[in-house]
Structures are given as structure tokens and as C-alpha cells.
């Protein structure tokens, strides 16, 4: 009996990965669809409310609604003030 | 593409395998390493993909435009006067006023979102809103009741009890009943959120009859918005008008910038695992050596042996990338980026009950395979070619 080269079990290894994503992009896109519910009910809550920023943080207000607050927040709190919390450490300057 | 070429190019596949099996524990070591880098990478970029993604879909909705008063470079309240100038633009369909504000609460140290509006969401009679999971909205002309989110009846404690209160400016308590809870499923937008009407808001925050926080613009025509914000601009004297595209372009710019620089600190993990690779691959041992020597003997090329060390380091590589690259998936997909949370969320006290399923975009693989497999290619790339040639008769 001839031995399995090991470049068999490789692409094995390989393949059963592959399948293993396979699976995983299954399911995740069940799960993308259960999302486009949530989303189609928060444009409704949105579009309702006149809503316009997402609840994701709200430490400073310019956190809460980056889209409508002061496009500058540096100093908005106190003069000289350091932007310090930690979602907006990576802020962008919108233009 | 004949069969003895493919035959030899297993063969060396094989020798190689074999190769890495031999150095078990240390091409574990690597392959850990690298799968770690690379599923740090690709959670951070695809936790940053979610977020950009809800957020585009999610404010499709927002209003068409948005009136601010401006002064001294910072926003004030709005005449309810500049309803009726506005009125006359041809084009506008609807302007609403609205109170909004933010509201600190000191014994939790939580930041409420409270909104006040006349004109409450129109919804079938006899059936419940849809972004409530119980009770109802507050009518207009109604005062003291209120809608909040379940997140925060759980932070003020309220338990069974439905009433509230919150200080006024002048330190005296204004009381709400709550009439309706948000749905969990709106958690997204109305997880810190006080709905109530717009007397109530202004009885709070002290704000005077005939002022208004800003005027929401409802345009005919979505083609006519640009031309309709200019309009408004030439009508009112220092005012900020933000259009829904803006609103969305923040949030993609918002994100992306965080991807970016979250991107350039994890660089530093990258940068020092490539300098490991390169030293693993070229602190080439004595028996190392000799192993090249005897192959080169038996008449292996200069050519197979390069082969054989990309071989190698690519099978490491590639399983690296598809572990990180998977366990990042579970990660952001299934426990909504649990590690990165604390960086996109803050500290906020109230945080929604967030679910994240990003879309796979091809481009965003490829940016992930980029800039952790070709550098880890090229930093052994060198070594494997500086063993490759070694003389066979200087090493035996």
C-alpha cells in the first residue's frame, strides 16, 4: 500500500478550511438578512423621528451626533480643552 | 502544463511539508503569531465595514435638510420665524421645528438625547407604533409623559414604577410618566433617546417660547436639495444647513478614519512580526545548511530550493490568513467585535444592543492578504535565497 503524500493531507487541511468558510458565509448570511429588518426598522424610527445619528456613543455630544454638532469639537467644552474621549481619538475632520 | 512538471512541483510540496513537520514547534510559533496579526487587522477593518454600513443604511432616512442657528461659531436656538420665511421657497414640502437637547444625568453619569416634536409619527389607529415595544406615543398637547428606551429605564432604575424626573436649568424637578418603551430592535438610533412633545422639551431645558433647537426641511423633489440649501442660506442670516448626503458622508468619513488609523497602530504588530520572520528565516542553523548541502549533492537547483522555501512560508502564510481571516469573521460577526467595541463605543454609559454582520467586499480581503501575506513573502524571500546558494562543498 502506497503512502498518502503528505500534500494530500495539506490540501485536505486547506479544503477543509475553505468548506469551514463556506459554512460560516452560510450562516452569515442569514444573518445579514435578520439585519436588513433591524436596518429597515431603524429607517423607519429615523425617517419618524427625524433622527440623524446612530446612538452608537454617547459620551460628549459631538460623539452622539457628529453629523449636525460643531464641526470643530477641539476646545468646545472648555477653552484649551483636550479632546480626550476615547471613540473620538480617531476623529476626522469633516470638509 | 504537463504532468511531470505538476509531479514536481508536488514533490517539492511534499519535501516541503515534511520540511515544516520536522520544525513543528517552531512554524506553530509563526503560524500562531501571524494568525493573530492578521485576525486583528481584518476585525478591526471589518468592525469599521459594519459600522459604515448600518450607518449608510440606517440614515437613508434622515431628514432632507437640517436649519441650524448659528452664533459666535456655535449653535443657537432658531426663531420659529424663520418657519414662515422658509415657507415661501417653492420646492419645500414640509418644515417641522423641533427641541432637542442633552440631558447629563449626575447619578449614573449617563448622557440622554431628548427630543421634542409637535407632530408625533402618524401610525394606524388602534395599532401600536412600530419603534415601541410597549405602550404608546405622547399626544400632542399632552404634558409630563415620555418615551424611553429599555437601556435606560434599566440605568434610572425605574424597575415597575413609570415615573421620572429630571432637573430643570434652575435646579427644580420637571416629573415624566413613561408611556411607551423604544423596540429593541431601533436600539441602533434610540438607545439614549427622551421622546416627548415639544412643550415638555422646552419646559426642561428653559427654553423660551418662540425658539426652537432647529427646522427639519422636507423637500418635493430629492434632486432640488442642493438648490433649495442654497436658497435657504440667501433667506437666513448665519444659519448651518446639513443635508441628509452630508449627514452620510460624515459617518463613512468618520469611520474610514478610525479603520485608518486603527490600521497604522496595528502596522506596528505587522512591522514586528515581519522582522521575526526574517530573522526566523535567516538565522539559518548548521544543520539547516547542511540539509541544502546534501539536496544540492543530489542534485537539486538553486531554483528548487528557492522553491521549496516559498513553499514553505506559504503554507504557513496562507493557513495563517484563512484562520485570522475566519475567526475574524466569528469575531465581528458573531460577538459584534467584543474587542474593539470599547474604541468605537467610548465610554458611554448607555450603549445599544449592537448586532454587526459586515458585507464581505472583495476589496477589503484583498487589502488584508496585501499587507500581511506578500510582506511575510517578500521578508523570507531574501533569507531563502541567501541559503539557496550556499556551496554545497563549504557546508559538508
Known amino acids: 500500500m502506497t503512502a498518502i503524500r503528505p500534500a494530500f493531507w495539506a490540501l485536505l487541511a486547506f479544503g477543509s478550511l475553505l468548506l469551514l468558510g463556506g459554512m460560516l458565509f452560510t450562516n452569515i448570511a442569514e444573518r445579514r438578512s435578520a439585519q436588513t429588518q433591524l436596518i429597515s426598522h431603524g429607517q423607519r424610527v429615523v425617517a419618524d423621528l427625524a433622527l440623524s445619528d446612530l446612538a452608537l456613543t454617547s459620551e460628549a455630544r459631538y460623539t452622539r451626533h457628529p453629523a449636525i454638532t460643531d464641526a470643530v469639537v477641539v476646545g468646545m467644552d472648555h477653552p484649551g480643552g483636550l479632546d480626550h474621549f476615547p471613540s473620538t481619538l480617531f476623529f476626522a475632520p469633516v470638509r | ?396
Open chain 2, 1 to 396: 502544463m504537463d504532468a511531470p512538471y505538476i509531479g514536481r512541483l508536488l514533490n517539492i510540496l511534499d519535501y516541503a511539508l515534511s520540511s515544516l513537520r520536522r520544525k513543528l514547534l517552531k512554524n506553530f510559533g509563526v503560524f500562531t503569531v501571524f494568525s493573530v496579526v492578521i485576525f486583528l487587522f481584518s476585525s478591526f477593518q471589518l468592525t469599521s465595514r459594519a459600522l459604515t454600513e448600518i450607518a449608510r443604511q440606517t440614515l437613508t432616512t434622515a431628514p432632507d435638510i437640517t436649519v441650524q442657528q448659528m452664533s459666535a461659531g456655535r449653535q443657537s436656538s432658531i426663531p420659529l420665524a424663520a418657519k414662515e420665511q422658509l415657507a415661501a421657497i417653492f420646492g419645500i414640502k414640509k418644515i417641522d421645528a423641533r427641541i432637542w437637547g442633552y440631558y447629563f444625568d449626575e447619578s449614573n453619569g449617563a448622557n440622554y438625547t431628548v427630543i421634542g416634536m409637535d407632530t408625533m409619527p402618524d401610525h394606524a389607529p388602534g395599532s401600536p407604533w412600530p419603534g415601541l415595544s410597549e405602550g404608546r406615543l405622547p399626544t400632542a398637547g399632552e404634558t409630563g409623559k415620555a418615551v424611553i428606551s429599555a437601556e435606560m429605564r434599566r440605568q434610572l432604575q425605574l424597575g415597575e414604577r413609570k415615573f421620572f424626573s429630571l432637573f430643570r436649568p434652575d435646579l427644580s424637578l420637571a416629573s415624566f410618566e413613561t408611556v411607551g418603551i423604544f423596540s429593541k430592535d431601533s436600539d441602533l438610533v434610540t438607545a439614549d433617546l427622551i421622546l416627548m412633545t415639544m412643550g415638555d422639551a422646552r419646559n426642561l431645558f428653559a427654553i423660551p417660547d418662540g425658539l426652537a433647537t432647529d427646522l427639519l426641511v422636507q423637500v418635493g423633489n430629492p434632486l432640488e436639495i442642493d438648490t433649495i440649501t442654497g436658497k435657504i442660506r440667501d433667506k437666513l442670516a448665519g444659519v448651518r444647513v446639513i443635508t441628509r448626503a452630508q449627514i452620510q458622508k460624515t459617518y463613512e468619513v468618520v469611520f474610514s478614519w478610525r479603520s485608518g488609523l486603527g490600521t497604522i497602530c496595528l502596522l506596528t504588530a505587522l512591522v514586528s512580526f515581519v522582522i521575526l520572520a526574517w530573522d526566523k528565516a535567516s538565522g539559518l542553523s548548521q544543520s539547516e545548511l547542511r540539509e541544502v548541502g546534501i539536496l544540492k549533492i543530489l542534485g537539486w537547483q538553486t531554483g528548487d530550493i528557492m522553491l521549496l522555501r516559498f513553499f514553505e512560508s506559504a503554507t504557513v502564510a496562507l493557513f495563517a490568513f484563512l484562520t485570522g481571516w475566519l475567526l475574524a469573521w466569528v469575531h465581528v460577526g458573531y460577538f459584534a467585535g467584543a474587542l474593539f467595541r470599547p474604541i468605537f463605543l467610548g465610554w458611554s454609559v448607555l450603549r445599544p444592543d449592537l448586532a454587526m454582520v459586515p458585507p464581505l467586499v472583495f476589496s477589503d480581503v484583498l487589502l488584508v492578504f496585501s499587507i500581511s501575506v506578500l510582506p511575510y513573502l517578500c521578508a523570507t524571500a531574501v533569507p531563502a535565497w541567501r541559503a539557496a546558494v550556499v556551496r554545497a562543498d563549504s557546508v559538508l
